[in-house]
């Protein structure tokens, strides 16, 4: 099975400032990846996913972005946070023979 | 578009009593859909997929594309099954993968 390694595990960070959390995948090769925000009453917002290295389509508009620079590394980036971006982010990793995600433990951030 | 609802937010049942979680689904093509658990102070993890046609602690779902439905249900709820649950359709093969709003269950003694 895989492995997702996601850090750090909670962040406060100032407004205004960037953000970059890491997610890192072990166990499989060329798995789709994703980036969620876990929201109390909201369920599980896919923010991002991604296909390939490169490849990012983003599902809502919003002050992130991500990226993937090698086929097991994705990265949620922000160049000025905001309040709004305070929440809790999920990644997951979900390889082409077997449909089952797998997912870090999430990033608890606070935007003070 | 791909979408999963969840109508229950919070469902909160007795130890033996029937439980069942409601999903339901809008999707064009022909969907996979899954239930994940998250328990508390653990990761968010596979409890069953539709293909599988399996019962993993007790629960079951049958996809109902008539209805476009793909309710978890177990005859007699247990305490251990207190968690917050999330129906999951992936359906394009650019694997997007979509969560409903989740339930969270709560089994009192």
């Known amino acids: 099975s895989q492995t997702i390694h996601q850090w750090p595990a909670t962040l406060v960070q100032p407004v205004g400032s960037p953000l970059s959390l890491e997610c890192t995948v072990e166990?499989?090769?060329?798995?789709?990846l994703y980036w969620y925000r876990q929201a109390a009453g909201r369920g599980l917002q896919l923010l991002f996913y991604?296909?390939?290295?490169?490849?990012i389509s983003s599902e809502v508009p919003q002050n992130l972005s991500a990226s993937r620079p090698q086929d097991r590394q994705f990265i949620l980036s922000s160049k000025k946070l905001l309040l709004s971006d305070s929440g809790f982010y999920l990644c997951a990793s979900l390889s082409r023979e077997n449909t089952e995600a797998f997912f870090g433990q999430g990033t608890r951030l606070t935007v003070v | 578009a791909q979408r999963v609802t969840q109508p229950e937010k919070l469902l909160s049942v007795f130890k033996g009593a029937p439980v069942e979680l409601k999903c339901n689904y809008s999707y064009s093509g022909s969907p996979e859909l899954f239930w994940y658990v998250q328990y508390s102070r653990q990761r968010l993890q596979l409890l069953l997929r539709h293909i599988s046609r399996e019962s993993i602690k007790g629960f079951t779902a049958d996809l109902n594309k008539g209805e476009t439905s793909f309710h978890l249900k177990k005859p007699f709820a247990q305490e251990e099954d207190s968690a917050m649950y999330y129906c999951?359709?992936?359906?394009?093969?650019?694997?997007?993968?979509?969560f409903g709003q989740g339930t969270i269950l709560t089994v009192h003694p």
């Open positions: 166990g499989t090769s060329n798995p789709n």
């Open positions: 991604s296909v390939g290295i490169g490849q």
């Open positions: 999951a359709l992936s359906g394009t093969s650019y694997g997007k993968l979509t």
